[in-house]
């Protein structure tokens, strides 16, 4: 059987204050020694809600194990480990009884395959959802009391303000700092955002109004940061919740209505649809890095308004980060430059590639023609008549046994993500995935990633500049290479 342990919230718990995995790890392990139960995979999840779908989950690919006949059902610590939604614990426990298999809830003494296993699971499936359906109402409710006593009930105060705990600390006996959400005016920045708030009923752009601010404060505020801070409603002095939950009395404003009003975004007429960000359509987008200071490259865009194009940026240039070399280049040029090697390179990128698609490949293939030789097996009659019955009967065992073993290969291995309508071709005996470059954008980038491992830019030489070929400062490392 195989096991399924989730972890609902970890949060700043390490060492020994986090042994919640261990813990059921242990239960599920002493279960199988005792039930003579062989443990098959094991699926950890943490940060992972039991209100969150079955399919949302690594749960759903232990049960399509069981229904792919590689494992006899999932054992977990308890019920609610396996999920907190009534309805999509019965679900799974249904998918699993038709694949005959069986769920196991160790502590709880859930047996969906012992006689009044199913009420039992039923039972306390809906007091698992009942539970997290009252966590649910309670942090409701105790949010909304704390918005209605004035509280601010994100973890950071907006800039411009301190948490009243930070600006006045006080202890209990224990010596414990007490908690105080509450907003007080932080008099170190307060004075630089009611001026953002004024540059920008001015006229002034958000980068103009970033410089200042970070000049102001010494924090690292960029644009996106700005545009958060006007659309800000702490700064009229509300407290704000869940569910439109707010008091607007809560603190001191920093800016009066008026003000406030005036820096909102216009409303304008309906903008054709998005199609996407910049990030996405370029090919190396979220992926290439800096070759100084190893953090992902921005795509960002500039020139003028009949000409303007995109690049790849280290965005330390913009914020308050230490690199020693930000680097930068056009898309259209890395992109380009990464294509062409790939093509010149395909020999030696596929082969730092291929060797888990193959194996999982190799595994599918191996499935089929077990299938097929059962199924070839199972329906001819002229070897039922010619070998008898019981021979007939022995090499149909033999064969569904060989297919089960096949099907364990397979779901033994990593899935490396192939989708079902992938096409692949068969060279020398050896598989292959197939795939168009340049019918589709996405196609392409994944292709890119099935094969490169890391892609960096390098800072161009000042002294060359434009000058400099592209070629000098990319480094391409394809998988499984060094």
Known sequence: MDAYIRVSRVGDRRGEAYRSPDIQRKAIEAWCKREGVELGKVVVEEDVSGGTTVRERGLDRLIQRCEAGASVGVVCYQVDRFGRDHIENIVGAKRLKDAGGRLVGVVDGVDTNQQGGKVLLNVLSMQAEDYLDRVKEGWDRATGAAVDAGIHIAARAPLGYLRRDQADPREDAKGNTIRNGRLVVDPATADAVRQAFQMRADGESYQRIADHLRAATGRGIVKSTVTTIMRNRAYLGEARGPRGKSNPTA???????????????????????????????????????????????????????????????????????????????????????????????????????????????????????????????????????????????????????????????????????????????????????????GDNLDRDRRLLRRHIASVTLAKADPKRRRHQPIEERVMIRWRGQT
Not at 389 to 400: K, L, N, P, T
Not at 428 to 433: A, H, L, R, S, T
């Open 251 to 437: 603190h001191e404003a920093l800016v009066d209505r008026d003000l406030w009003e005036r820096v909102q975004p216009r409303k304008r007429e309906a903008l054709p649809p998005q199609v996407g960000s910049l990030a996405r359509h370029a090919l190396l987008g979220g992926f290439i890095r800096c070759d100084s200071c190893g953090n992902v490259l921005r795509v960002m865009r500039s020139g003028t308004a009949d000409k303007r194009e995109t690049s790849y940026v280290c965005a330390t240039r913009y914020t308050a980060g230490d690199c020693a070399a930000p680097a930068a280049a056009r898309v259209r040029l890395v992109d380009a430059f990464v294509t062409q090697a790939l093509v010149q390179s395909a020999e030696e990128a596929e082969e730092g590639t291929a060797s888990a698609e193959r194996l999982y490949l190799e595994a599918k293939e191996g499935v089929r023609k077990a299938e097929e030789s059962l199924n070839a097996w199972v329906t001819n009659l002229d070897l039922e008549t010619s070998l008898g019955i019981e021979a007939h009967q022995a090499g149909a065992i033999a064969r569904q046994r060989a297919l089960d073993e096949a099907k364990r290969r397979m779901w033994d291995l990593d899935d490396p993500g192939i989708s079902d309508d992938q096409l692949v071709v068969w060279l020398n005996g050896q598989p292959m995935i197939y795939e168009l470059w």
